[in-house]
Nanobody, 125 residues
Framework: VQLQASGGGSVQAGGSLRLSCAAS????????IGWFRQAPGKEREGVSC????????RYGEPVKGRFTIARDNAKNMTFLQMDSLKPEDTAVYYC???????????????????WGKGTLVTVSS
């Protein structure tokens, strides 16, 4: 059972990146998929999550209107399109599978069961 995030890199402010989350060893179709990030010296925070069917999406306040989550269950993959990137988006991004639990507008980690290794996103000003 493995999740692997990829697609990170360095980009200038205003640029775009598309992250991918690939699952192996299990199907993610029954699970919600979440994207989380952890910046240096900060706690990990929820970025976005998508329901198993893909018809419900949620976003953290800092990324609303700039990031878009999508999934392709046939390919066992989930994507995070990140546009209008800002330096404060710099972080290691992780994908996870489980339940999307939102508490007072905050996407929490508690519902996630499987975590992948992260991918680093660096946004320069």
């Amino acid at each position: 059972v493995q999740l692997q995030a990829s697609g990170g890199g360095s980009v200038q402010a205003g640029g775009s990146l598309r992250l991918s989350c690939a699952a192996s060893g299990f199907t993610t179709e029954p699970y919600a998929i979440g994207w989380f990030r952890q910046a240096p010296g900060k706690e990990r925070e929820g970025v976005s999550c998508i329901s198993p069917s893909g018809n419900i999406t949620r976003y953290g306040e800092p990324v609303k209107g700039r990031f878009t989550i999508a999934r392709d269950n046939a390919k066992n993959m989930t994507f995070l399109q990140m546009d209008s990137l800002k330096p404060e988006d710099t972080a290691v991004y992780y994908c996870a599978a489980g339940r999307c639990i939102v508490d007072e507008g905050v996407i929490t980690q508690g519902g996630m069961n499987f975590w992948g290794k992260g991918t680093l996103v660096t946004v320069s000003s």
